[in-house]
């Protein structure tokens, strides 16, 4: 089925550190939106990016797009120990929906 | 402040029990969306609607029913048929049509079923 494949699953890090994940897909998309969310808790728009952008920044964070390769990085630079948290794409392929992948759970060490 | 509320947190029921979730929002956004999330797997899109007194299924839509009869509101039904409830589920709205505007997510219920 159509879905976002993120990689890796968890990431460790040390405060300071940059940390990238990154999201593959395997047809044509509308856009792609990351998320992230905390522990228990909704999930939190960071960025969308349609498919005739190739980068977009917000803050400490700059997702890239490479509608050729069929994939999205998340970077997040200057990690703090509050970016520590669970991230997912979310990817329009085109319909009324998003589909979301499993995420990568990212750990900020301090 | 506007937002999304979904209540309660946390909801135990008896298995064969039919349930109903709220989720409330005050963004006046016209489409709203009911996920469900289990451990390891990310979020799967249960039932969707873009307009009041309409809905559409979602991908794992068997054992649940909605309901669209105010913009703000779109209650879920888990029902006696669903094979396993247990789970975490999260409403959410936006304001464009589906797939092209950000999600606005509640916090979430966690629902267990004994």
């Known amino acids: 089925s159509q879905q976002g494949e993120e990689d890796p699953q968890a990431l460790s890090i040390q405060e300071g550190e940059n940390a990238t994940m990154n999201c593959s897909y395997k047809?044509?998309?509308?856009?792609l939106q990351w998320y992230r969310q905390n522990s228990g808790r909704g999930l939190v728009h960071l960025i969308l990016i349609r498919s005739n952008e190739r980068e977009k920044h917000s803050g400490r964070l700059r997702v890239t797009l490479d509608t050729s390769k069929k994939s999205s990085s998340l970077l997040i630079t200057a990690s703090r120990a509050a970016d520590t948290a669970s991230y997912f794409c979310?990817?329009?392929?085109?319909?009324?929906?998003?589909?979301f992948g499993t995420g990568t759970r990212l750990t900020i060490i301090p | 402040d506007g937002g999304i509320t979904q209540s309660p947190k946390y909801l135990f029921r008896k298995e064969g029990q039919n349930v109903t979730l709220s989720c409330e929002q005050n963004?006046?956004?016209?489409?709203m969306y009911w996920y469900r999330q289990d451990p390891g797997q990310g979020l799967r899109l249960i039932y969707y609607s873009q307009i009041v007194n309409d809905f559409q299924k979602g991908d794992i839509a068997e054992g649940y029913s909605v309901s669209r009869e105010k913009k703000e509101s779109f209650p879920l039904t888990v029902t006696s048929a669903q094979k396993n409830p247990t789970a975490f589920y999260l409403c959410?709205?936006?304001?464009?049509?589906?797939?092209?505007?950000?999600?606005?997510f509640g916090n979430g219920t966690r629902l267990t079923v004994t």
């Open positions: 963004l006046n956004h016209d489409a």
């Open positions: 979310a990817i329009n392929f085109g319909n009324e929906k998003l589909t």
């Open positions: 959410a709205s936006s304001h464009g049509q589906g797939g092209n505007s950000p999600l606005h």
């Open positions: 047809t044509s998309i509308n856009n």
